[in-house]
């Protein structure tokens, strides 16, 4: 698929796995327990589905990432999502389901997480960032791959004026992708 396109190709998911140690927000607030620190670093789940995916279809497998494959702050990312969109002038396509491609950066996370996950900010040029609807989307060192992480959530942090992304890095749950494909 390419920017802007709105077709899509739908399958139907049979199972899904979600790596240990994620616990979603809402859980932790329905069991009372405080939040002291992002949990994305665990956000990642193996999605099974029920028929084997046709690539003569035009989808391309993006690889896996080496376990050193950690992106280091100041390092420029492409992103992708069908999130919405609220720079785009067109009000049909502000509330997403149209495939969005933009350049971020890299950032040291700056506030407590678990998990380790990777944090993405806005890059000084690109001024494009995951928003919702991008769940699970791919972060990628160049359009060819390999996928780095996928998106968790938003933070918006006091000191800092700009919203920061997290990512679930898939090289440090390496071990958790590959014992459920």
Do not use: W
């Amino acid at each position: 698929m390419r920017n802007g396109d709105q077709q899509g190709i739908h399958h139907q998911p049979s199972g899904v796995v979600v790596a240990p140690g994620y616990m979603p927000s809402c859980t932790s607030a329905r069991q009372r327990r405080p939040i002291k620190q992002t949990l994305s670093g665990f956000d990642i789940a193996i999605i099974t589905l029920t028929q084997t995916v046709n690539l003569q279809s035009g989808i391309r497998v993006l690889s896996l990432p080496q376990p050193t494959d950690i992106p280091r702050p100041g390092t420029a990312v492409f992103i992708v999502g069908y999130g919405r969109d609220d720079n785009d002038r067109d009000p049909q396509r502000k509330n997403g389901g149209i495939l969005k491609k933009g350049r971020a950066t890299i950032m040291e996370c700056r506030h407590a997480t678990n998990g380790d996950p990777i944090c993405v900010k806005s890059g000084q040029n690109f001024g494009q960032l995951p928003a919702p609807g991008d769940s699970g989307g791919p972060l990628l060192p160049s359009p060819q791959g390999p996928v780095l992480g996928v998106v968790s959530h938003g933070v918006t942090l006091p000191n800092l004026p700009d919203i920061i992304v997290e990512y679930a890095s898939v090289a440090r749950m390496l071990d958790f992708v590959r014992s459920n494909i």
